[in-house]
Protein backbone atom coordinates (compact mmCIF):
# COMPACT_ATOMS: atom_id res chain seq x y z
CA UNK A 1 0.00 0.00 0.00
CA UNK A 2 3.15 2.18 0.95
CA UNK A 3 4.29 2.62 -2.38
CA UNK A 4 0.40 3.11 -3.70
CA UNK A 5 0.21 6.05 -1.83
CA UNK A 6 3.70 7.40 -3.00
CA UNK A 7 3.18 6.82 -6.46
CA UNK A 8 -0.10 8.26 -6.06
CA UNK A 9 1.41 11.46 -4.56
CA UNK A 10 4.26 12.06 -7.16
CA UNK A 11 1.57 12.07 -9.42
CA UNK A 12 -0.66 14.48 -7.59
CA UNK A 13 2.53 16.94 -7.47
CA UNK A 14 2.91 16.28 -11.42
CA UNK A 15 -0.56 17.09 -11.97
CA UNK A 16 -1.06 20.13 -9.40
CA UNK A 17 2.23 21.57 -11.49
CA UNK A 18 0.63 21.34 -14.79
CA UNK A 19 -2.67 22.37 -14.21
CA UNK A 20 -1.36 25.68 -12.05
CA UNK A 21 -0.17 26.26 -15.93
CA UNK A 22 -2.87 25.11 -17.93
CA UNK A 23 -5.79 25.74 -15.85
CA UNK A 24 -8.06 29.36 -15.78
CA UNK A 25 -7.65 30.99 -12.84
CA UNK A 26 -9.84 33.68 -10.86
CA UNK A 27 -12.99 31.90 -10.14
CA UNK A 28 -15.22 32.38 -7.01
CA UNK A 29 -16.05 30.06 -4.20
CA UNK A 30 -18.92 28.34 -4.12
CA UNK A 31 -19.36 26.43 -1.08
CA UNK A 32 -21.97 23.82 -2.71
CA UNK A 33 -19.84 23.11 -5.33
CA UNK A 34 -17.04 22.40 -2.81
CA UNK A 35 -18.86 20.23 -1.01
CA UNK A 36 -19.72 18.14 -3.91
CA UNK A 37 -16.29 18.10 -5.21
CA UNK A 38 -15.17 16.69 -2.02
CA UNK A 39 -17.22 14.22 -1.53
CA UNK A 40 -19.88 12.52 -4.15
CA UNK A 41 -17.44 12.26 -7.59
CA UNK A 42 -14.89 10.40 -5.81
CA UNK A 43 -17.46 8.54 -4.32
CA UNK A 44 -20.20 7.11 -6.87
CA UNK A 45 -17.39 6.77 -9.39
CA UNK A 46 -14.36 4.82 -7.22
CA UNK A 47 -17.72 2.32 -6.28
CA UNK A 48 -18.53 2.07 -10.41
CA UNK A 49 -15.21 2.09 -12.25
CA UNK A 50 -12.75 0.61 -9.79
CA UNK A 51 -15.04 -1.53 -7.67
CA UNK A 52 -17.48 -3.02 -9.89
CA UNK A 53 -16.11 -2.50 -13.32
CA UNK A 54 -12.65 -3.80 -12.32
CA UNK A 55 -13.42 -6.51 -10.47
CA UNK A 56 -15.98 -8.09 -13.51
CA UNK A 57 -13.15 -6.76 -15.81
CA UNK A 58 -10.55 -8.83 -13.56
CA UNK A 59 -12.82 -11.69 -13.69
CA UNK A 60 -13.36 -11.87 -17.82
CA UNK A 61 -9.97 -11.05 -18.37
CA UNK A 62 -7.89 -12.56 -15.11
CA UNK A 63 -4.76 -10.44 -15.10
CA UNK A 64 -1.28 -12.14 -15.63
CA UNK A 65 1.30 -9.43 -14.68
CA UNK A 66 1.97 -8.98 -10.89
CA UNK A 67 4.19 -6.18 -10.09
CA UNK A 68 5.75 -6.30 -6.45
CA UNK A 69 2.39 -9.01 -5.80
CA UNK A 70 -0.08 -7.13 -6.70
CA UNK A 71 -1.71 -8.43 -10.49
CA UNK A 72 -2.88 -6.10 -13.02
CA UNK A 73 -4.22 -7.26 -16.58
CA UNK A 74 -6.41 -6.00 -19.50
CA UNK A 75 -9.43 -5.42 -16.64
CA UNK A 76 -6.68 -2.52 -15.04
CA UNK A 77 -6.39 -0.80 -18.61
CA UNK A 78 -9.56 -0.79 -19.71
CA UNK A 79 -10.86 0.49 -16.52
CA UNK A 80 -8.44 3.10 -16.83
CA UNK A 81 -8.88 4.34 -20.58
CA UNK A 82 -12.46 4.15 -19.35
CA UNK A 83 -12.67 6.79 -16.71
CA UNK A 84 -10.98 9.07 -18.96
CA UNK A 85 -13.26 8.60 -21.85
CA UNK A 86 -16.60 9.03 -19.61
CA UNK A 87 -14.72 12.48 -18.80
CA UNK A 88 -13.68 13.67 -22.16
CA UNK A 89 -16.68 12.43 -24.19
CA UNK A 90 -19.64 14.70 -24.67
CA UNK A 91 -23.08 14.69 -25.39
CA UNK A 92 -23.44 18.64 -26.21
CA UNK A 93 -27.18 20.25 -25.99
CA UNK A 94 -27.42 20.17 -30.05
CA UNK A 95 -26.68 16.26 -29.44
CA UNK A 96 -23.44 16.27 -30.83
CA UNK A 97 -20.48 14.27 -29.64
CA UNK A 98 -17.41 16.46 -28.72
CA UNK A 99 -14.39 14.75 -27.90
CA UNK A 100 -11.39 16.23 -26.12
CA UNK A 101 -8.56 14.33 -26.52
CA UNK A 102 -6.02 16.14 -24.40
CA UNK A 103 -8.58 15.20 -21.50
CA UNK A 104 -9.00 11.51 -22.41
CA UNK A 105 -5.27 11.03 -22.78
CA UNK A 106 -4.37 13.75 -19.97
CA UNK A 107 -6.45 11.76 -17.63
CA UNK A 108 -5.82 8.36 -18.55
CA UNK A 109 -1.64 8.98 -18.19
CA UNK A 110 -2.61 10.88 -14.54
CA UNK A 111 -5.57 10.93 -12.62
CA UNK A 112 -7.24 7.64 -13.63
CA UNK A 113 -3.70 5.67 -13.93
CA UNK A 114 -3.13 7.08 -10.41
CA UNK A 115 -5.96 5.88 -8.61
CA UNK A 116 -6.25 2.57 -10.31
CA UNK A 117 -2.85 2.28 -9.17
CA UNK A 118 -4.07 3.80 -5.50
CA UNK A 119 -6.90 1.00 -5.82
CA UNK A 120 -4.61 -2.17 -6.59
CA UNK A 121 -1.95 -1.19 -3.94
CA UNK A 122 -4.06 -0.67 -1.19
CA UNK A 123 -6.75 -3.04 -2.02
CA UNK A 124 -9.92 -1.52 -1.08
CA UNK A 125 -11.69 1.67 -2.32
CA UNK A 126 -11.66 4.28 0.69
CA UNK A 127 -8.08 5.68 -0.47
CA UNK A 128 -8.72 5.91 -4.17
CA UNK A 129 -12.30 7.81 -3.15
CA UNK A 130 -9.99 9.82 -0.99
CA UNK A 131 -7.69 10.17 -3.60
CA UNK A 132 -10.14 11.19 -6.54
CA UNK A 133 -11.86 13.72 -4.16
CA UNK A 134 -8.22 15.10 -2.77
CA UNK A 135 -7.96 15.49 -7.11
CA UNK A 136 -11.15 17.12 -7.21
CA UNK A 137 -10.45 19.53 -4.59
CA UNK A 138 -7.13 20.38 -6.26
CA UNK A 139 -8.92 21.31 -9.56
CA UNK A 140 -11.25 23.89 -7.40
CA UNK A 141 -8.52 25.65 -5.33
CA UNK A 142 -6.39 25.51 -8.87
CA UNK A 143 -9.27 27.13 -10.52
CA UNK A 144 -9.34 29.73 -6.97
CA UNK A 145 -6.17 31.55 -7.72
Given at each position: ?????LI???I?????????L????GG??????F???????G??E??????I?L???S??F?P?K????I?????????TV???M??????T??MDFK???VT?V?L?????L?????R??S?N??W??????????M?C?I???
Amino acid sequence: MKLGVLIFLGILIFDFGVKMLLFPKGGDFDLEQFWFQASMPGLSEEIVYRGILLWILSKAFIPKKKIKGIAFGWGFVIVTVLFAMIHGVVLTETMDFKIDLVTIVYLTLVTSLSLGILRKFSGNLLWPTVGHNLVNLMNCFIRLI
